[in-house]
């Protein structure tokens, strides 16, 4: 018998979120009331948990918002992204502890290897850095001592006095299709999170991360994120996603994808790549997989597209090939929150993540 799934929403603090793409809206404008709204939405829609992204040239403080958000709401798990260029990892375990207590144990978080803003590491040692603060957040939050001679990371240190409702961890989701970043991902991370992939390429990657997650002696959990369009037919649907783009020029979508600091990585090369073999019928790159949403976004570049049974199918078979979590969004999110809160998600056998 399978697990159920974790089924999640995205809430737009990076500046994200459009009627059209390409065309800036300040009613949608990342701000405390509309991200706020949107979290809001999900917990009321059913939702398991909600990603809070990050980016430091974009939207909103990610640590911030979570302080807040977390009073608003009493159910929904939070997925806060840090951006482990940006902190100090003790500094950050105390941070992590006091938002779960804030939160009553509903943080995860979402770990992301990135530069210091204004200063440039190559990527090899950057994941390296990273698994090292993984590392050092695993051991302080699961009440250790540290005491760590590595390559970025010297400190002999006592854990803080505060600790999660849990007295552990919290689930660190990552992602990367680097070799380095696999690399990260199968020494440190509980949960790999991988950008749209058609159902085969999915498998390929769980079995890989698999393989790798086992030369540590180690087991992945494996989550999905993809952006959603659904409606009562698939006609409608399709001429949804072709709304979307009405607007949309190829000089606009350069200048998108271009503003987020993740532009050169793996990922992105890839979805891009998916998106050039889908051109040829009408951005679809297999049965409901869209890939238009990448020709206005850099990163998670693809939708899952159809009526409630098609998205539902497409889920399940995703979740055939080993994955556990999806997180999920739409534009604009509120709206398709509730188009998938009242279409899709009833159906799904769905609830939080359990790491073993």
Known sequence: MKNPIEVSWFSALCDDDYEFLGQPDPMLASSWEHCRNI??????????NILLPSG???GLDTTAFASAIATLTTRIKLLMAVRIGESWPPQLARQIA??????????????????????????????????????ILKTLLNGEHLSIDGEHYKIDLDPPRMKTVSGKCPPLYFGGLSPAAKDAAAEGCDVYLMWPETVQGAKDLVEDMTARAAKFGRTLKYGFRAHVIVRETEAEA??????????????????????????????????????????????????????GIG????????????????????IEAYRAVGIEAFILSGYPHINECDMFARYVLPKLDHGRLVID
């Open 39 to 48: 979290v809001l939405a999900a917990e009321k829609g059913g939702f398991d």
């Open 56 to 58: 430091y040239t974009l």
């Open 98 to 135: 006091t938002l779960d207590q804030i939160s009553g144990g509903r943080l995860n978080v979402n770990i992301i290897s990135s530069d210091l803003p204004g200063d440039k590491m190559d990527s090899e040692p950057r994941y390296r850095r990273t698994v090292e603060a993984m590392q």
């Open 238 to 291: 399709r001429a949804y996603a072709n709304r979307l783009l009405s607007k949309l020029d190829a000089q606009q979508g350069d200048a998108i994808r271009n503003k987020s600091l993740d532009t050169q990585t793996f990922g992105v090369a890839h979805q891009a790549e998916l998106r050039a073999q889908s051109e040829a019928n009408d951005g679809y790159l297999e049965d409901n997989l869209w890939t």
């Open 295 to 314: 020709r206005a976004r850099s990163g998670c570049g693809a939708a899952i597209v159809g009526d409630p049974d098609q998205v539902l199918a497409k």
